[in-house]
């Protein structure tokens, strides 16, 4: 039997390359397009109405707890990181080993903002507490809440 797509065949598509080629790179596309649209993003809504959208990295795990944005010498103005508790908590947050300054934002179960430590100083090993028991905390830029006109009680929502 004639197979029309055999390759160097009459019918083989140029665009596909070398059969071998084909897989590796066409797995590598899938991969990535499927990294690009699973993004998990933090919205915040202010008592104004306006949002503020954040892609954020997600930290649900104790060890990604503790290391946080550790080490990161600059992170992208629409960029943050979510930490997700498995129950309210009250620990405390440090800027050990951080080089950039950061507005940590408490949020509780409710999915409200329940306070905002904001401008922290790099590399201090003082902790930061939150008044309020939370859920979570969203890391962001230093500046990003008061350029978003976010103060506490405002309502954020998670699609991660």
């Known amino acids: 039997m004639f197979n ?11 665009f596909f390359g070398q059969p071998r080629r084909v897989a590796p790179t066409f797995l590598f596309l ?4 499927i990294s690009c649209s699973n993004r998990s993003q933090v919205i915040l809504t202010n008592s104004q109405g306006a949002s503020s959208v954040f892609t954020v990295e997600v930290a649900d795990t104790p060890q990604l707890h503790a290391k946080g944005l550790m080490f990161r010498k600059s992170l992208a103005a629409d960029a943050g990181m979510i930490f997700i508790f498995d129950e309210e908590t009250g620990s405390s947050f440090w800027m050990k080993n951080t080089p950039i300054s950061l507005d940590i934002i408490f949020i509780g ?3 409200k903002i329940i306070g905002i430590a ?3 100083t790099p590399y201090s090993e003082v902790p930061i507490f939150s008044a309020l028991p939370y859920r979570y905390v969203l890391e962001l830029n230093a500046g990003a809440a008061e350029a978003g006109g976010i103060v506490a009680g405002d309502a954020v929502a998670l699609k991660l």
């Open 4 to 14: 029309i797509f055999r390759r160097g065949g009459p019918m083989w598509p140029p």
């Open 30 to 33: 899938l991969l990535f397009l």
């Open 109 to 111: 179960k409710d999915l």
């Open 118 to 120: 904001k401008n922290t």
